[in-house]
């Protein structure tokens, strides 16, 4: 096994139609990056989705949390670096760091990943799967995906899973659940502060045309606590939003 | 002038997200991809957004027409070629070609923009901007935009615009109205056809938090004529889709 191939890196370039109105790139589409980048690496490695597949196995992604101190802004290109620190029995543990094309760092996340088997959903032993020879040994200075508590919100608004928001399994995309979450914000909201930290604890799959309703909740904290519920009042997944310390900006005047 | 400069060709690999349940290119993304070709096209000649961005002017599509015969698939390499037809006064007809990478066409788009001030709004005589030098001379084997009629149709439902909806001017983005407009269909639509060719008539912009009312209306030929319309009633875009013959597909039953 060559040293470098157990970090993956990749290039990006932050494109007009993935940035805010403050000409920032929004977290579902750095979670695109993600997504890709896991896939890029997974696929080098030799157990990427094409390979699975021949097992009638698939990669879901369970949890993710994003910290980021510095969003990369309108045409900048950012470099994605990706390793696996290790598995846990069911899990893939893996990690991103999102650096400047100097290498200065921009953020971090951490990833859980299941393999399961496409007919009954069951999740794969990876040790059996993934070797610790191509383990990434590099620091990702973010705290892991803590145990999201329940809101017991009522709803505050609902939407429905449309053709835009579903991937080629038929499943609500695991960037469209950060969409949706990230739309219970006002620009007001955003013209004021960033998204510091955000977790999301993905728990089942949504189908086209299922009404979902979202859960919010700000503590004492400041923190707000999102819990997406289908039809049947079963959760769908669980977020945790942390906004950073308010920066005003006259320049993002909400008109 | 260098001879192959007035059509610019610009790479793109369809990446998982980008595609539908079918694996297909969505409508919204090649549509970002036409925005973004337009971009590099306009930067290299001179006329890009930041070029015009010192007179306080911005690039607005005005009228858009896509027809595709086959949408590229995920993973797929493609290739975009762009160039201005010809100036008409206000607008700027710029056409498009999505190509194989062996150079097969998958298909057509032709497009109309306006360079407007942002300050008062209005279009700039682009006679004095955009030299015929520049002209692409290249077949675009589609039909115009033509003029969309109203719907007088009941409301098909309503969306709200937010914060992942709006772009750095703080209006709904290009893509995201077509978005909207598709997400009106349903997957068994999309198991069974194509979208064969799609237009949109671009009249007025959309704020964050407006209440957008879908009307839409399947003639006798079975198009589809949709007008998306403000709280005040007024028609902010105007759009026809021609879905193409039916070609059953068991790969794609709809659970």
């Known amino acids: 096994m060559e040293g470098n191939k157990s970090i993956g890196e990749y290039p990006f370039k932050v494109l007009p139609f993935e940035v805010d109105f403050r000409e920032k ?41 994003i910290e980021i101190n510095e969003y990369p802004k309108n045409g900048e290109k950012i470099k994605v670096q990706t390793w696996v620190e290790n598995v846990l029995r069911m899990f893939s543990m893996r990690n991103f760091a999102f650096l400047t094309q100097d290498g200065k760092p921009l953020g971090y996340a951490r990833s859980a990943w299941a393999l399961i088997d496409k007919t009954n959903r069951r999740p794969t032993d990876l040790s059996k799967i993934i070797s610790s020879d191509i383990f990434g040994n590099q620091p990702c200075p973010i705290a892991k995906v803590g145990k999201i508590p329940a809101t017991e919100a009522d709803v505050f608004e609902t939407f429905t899973v449309k053709y835009s928001d579903v991937d080629f399994n038929q499943h609500l995309n695991s960037s469209k659940y950060i969409e949706h979450i990230i739309d219970s914000f006002t620009l007001y909201k955003f013209s004021k502060r960033d998204i510091k930290r955000f977790e999301i604890e993905y728990i089942s799959e949504c189908l086209f045309g299922e009404k979902i309703s979202i859960h919010k909740k700000e503590d004492e904290n400041g923190i707000f606590i999102l819990e997406l519920k289908n039809e049947t009042g079963a959760t769908i997944c669980k977020s945790k939003v942390i906004f950073g310390e308010q920066t005003l900006n006259e320049e993002y005047i909400i008109k």
Not at 36 to 56: Q, R, T
């Open 25 to 65: 790139l929004t977290l579902p589409h750095l979670t695109n990056y993600i997504l890709n980048s896991a896939g890029y690496h997974a696929d080098s490695l030799g157990f990427g989705i094409e390979n699975v597949k021949v097992n009638n196995q698939s990669w879901v992604v369970s949890r993710l949390a």
